[in-house]
């Protein structure tokens, strides 16, 4: 089946920091999205992005599917980033599966 | 404004007792519905869909079944808890067209003793 790993399991930055945040998946999809896991276990939808670069805020998300990635990339980190950062792919030919990957914690340090 | 409730906010329940657990969602007519459920520290996983009332999809067995008795409710049942039905359940809903993401409800977390 679908495997999503993400990378790196875990991240500790400083506060004004950047940082990079990848999604490898292992065969086709439809599309990726990106969410920010709050510490409480509730989900915020950050980009719904079936190819190409989007941009909201600080953070650009960037799907690449003849090389089966995506990325976050996360500039000037607050601490109020801190938490888990999911991807979610699409199947290619039922759009209502969802795979999600494994998640990166990420910890903003002031 | 879409809203979207799950309910209950969190339950202990015993080995062999029954479960319930309900989403609502509200301003938006006939949309696709999602079940998702998280062990604690592990990876997210989709139990469940539905594109309409009274249809239900399983994508992954976990002695778990799922009921869509209104257009907007979903409902997530068993009748024999298990150990491992611990974690965090997730609702979720999105567009019937699937071109954007899914809205996820606040989650209801479950302990089984």
């Known amino acids: 089946g679908q495997q999503v790993q993400q990378s790196p399991a875990s991240l500790v930055l400083q506060e004004g920091e950047n940082a990079e945040l990848q999604c490898n998946f292992s065969t086709s999809l439809n599309s990726m999205q990106w969410f920010y896991q709050r510490p409480g276990g509730s989900l915020v939808s950050l980009f719904y992005?079936?190819?190409g670069t989007k941009h909201s805020g600080r953070l650009t998300s960037t799907t690449v599917i003849k090389e089966r990635r995506s990325s976050l990339h996360i500039s000037s980190s607050q601490t109020t980033d801190s938490g888990t950062y999911l991807c979610?792919?699409?199947?290619?030919?039922?759009?209502?599966?969802?795979?999600f990957g494994t998640g990166t914690r990420l910890q903003v340090l002031p | 404004a879409q809203t979207i409730h799950q309910w209950p906010v969190a339950e202990i329940k015993a080995v062999g007792s029954p479960l319930s657990l309900g989403c609502t969602i509200k301003g938006k007519s006939s949309p696709n519905l999602y079940w998702y459920w998280q062990a604690t520290g592990g990876t997210l996983q989709q139990l469940f869909y539905?594109?309409?009332?009274?249809?239900v999809e399983s994508v992954v067995q976990l002695n778990l079944s799922a009921s869509r008795p209104k257009d907007d409710q979903f409902i997530l049942s068993t009748e024999k808890l298990l150990l491992s039905h611990s974690g965090f359940y997730l609702c979720a809903w999105r567009p019937r067209d699937n071109q954007d993401t899914q809205y996820f409800g606040p989650g209801t977390r479950l302990l089984v003793l």
């Open positions: 979610a792919l699409e199947h290619p030919s039922n759009t209502n599966k969802v795979v």
């Open positions: 992005n079936p190819s």
């Open positions: 539905s594109i309409t009332v009274g249809q």
